[in-house]
C-alpha cells in the first residue's frame, strides 16, 4: 500500500509541468457549470451572484495563503510530505535550478483540494447552490493566482504593482522560504505576521 502510493507520488512529480492555459481550460468550463448548477437550482439577481462571487475571490486570497504555508510547507509528516514535495517544492527546486517552465500546479494537485473546498462552503453556507458560486469565485482567483505567478517567474514588470510582486515572490524562494506565502497579496502575510 505504502509502496503503491510511494510510486504514484514519484510518479506524479515527474509528470510534465502544466502550460498556462491548461488550468484555464480546466477551470473556465468548471466554473460556467458550477454556476449554471447553481443558477439553475436556484435563480438569484445579479447582486446576490456579485457578492457571492466576491466572497470566492476574497476566500481564494486565504486558501492561497493555508494551503502555501501549513500544507506545502507545513507538513513533515509522511506520506504527505512527498505529496507537497511533488507538487510545491519541486517548484522551488526547479527556481533555484533555473527551469522557468515548473511554475503552473498540476491539475491532479488542485482538484482535490477544489473538491474538498466545494464541501468545506456547501458545509458552511448549508447550500450546493451558494456554494457553486462562491467556488466559482474560488477559480477566478486561483486563475489569476497562475497568472501573477507565471509572470513572476518569466518577466521583468515594469509597474510598480508588477515590480512589487515580483519582489515579494522572489524573496520567499531566495530568502526566506517560511515567510511570505502570499503570491497575489500580502494580506494573510500581515495578518498572520509572516511579512
Ligand atoms: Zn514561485
Ligand atoms: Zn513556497
Not at 460556467?32 to 437550482?41: D, E, I, K, P, T
Not at 495563503?65 to 512527498?82: N, Q
Not at 453556507?125 to 477559480?139: C, D, H, K, Q, R
Request: charge should be positive; hydrophobic fraction near 45%; proline fraction near 7%.
Amino acid at each position: 500500500m505504502w509502496q503503491n502510493m510511494k510510486s504514484t507520488l514519484i510518479q506524479l512529480a515527474e509528470l510534465p509541468f502544466p502550460k498556462l492555459w491548461m488550468p484555464a481550460a480546466l477551470y473556465i468550463p468548471l466554473g460556467l457549470l458550477l454556476s449554471a448548477f447553481s443558477l439553475h437550482s436556484h435563480p438569484r439577481s445579479l447582486r446576490e451572484v456579485c457578492i457571492l462571487l466576491t466572497v470566492g475571490l476574497f476566500s481564494w486570497t486565504f486558501i492561497e495563503y493555508f494551503l502555501h504555508r501549513f500544507i506545502f510547507h507545513g507538513v513533515e509528516r509522511e506520506p504527505w510530505k512527498s505529496l507537497s514535495s511533488a507538487f510545491h517544492l519541486s517548484h522551488h527546486e526547479a527556481v533555484m535550478n533555473h527551469e522557468p517552465d515548473n511554475v503552473i500546479t498540476r491539475p491532479a494537485g488542485s482538484l482535490p483540494f477544489a473538491l474538498i473546498f466545494y464541501f468545506i462552503f456547501a458545509f458552511v453556507t448549508w447550500s450546493f447552490s451558494v456554494a457553486a458560486l462562491i467556488e466559482t469565485g474560488v477559480f477566478a482567483g486561483y486563475l489569476f493566482y497562475e497568472c501573477v505567478h507565471y509572470g513572476v517567474h518569466h518577466f521583468q514588470p515594469k509597474s510598480p504593482l508588477g515590480k512589487f510582486l515580483r519582489n515579494y515572490h522572489l524573496q520567499h524562494h531566495l530568502v526566506r522560504p517560511d515567510r511570505r506565502f502570499g503570491v497575489t497579496s500580502p494580506l494573510w502575510d500581515w495578518a498572520f505576521r509572516t511579512l
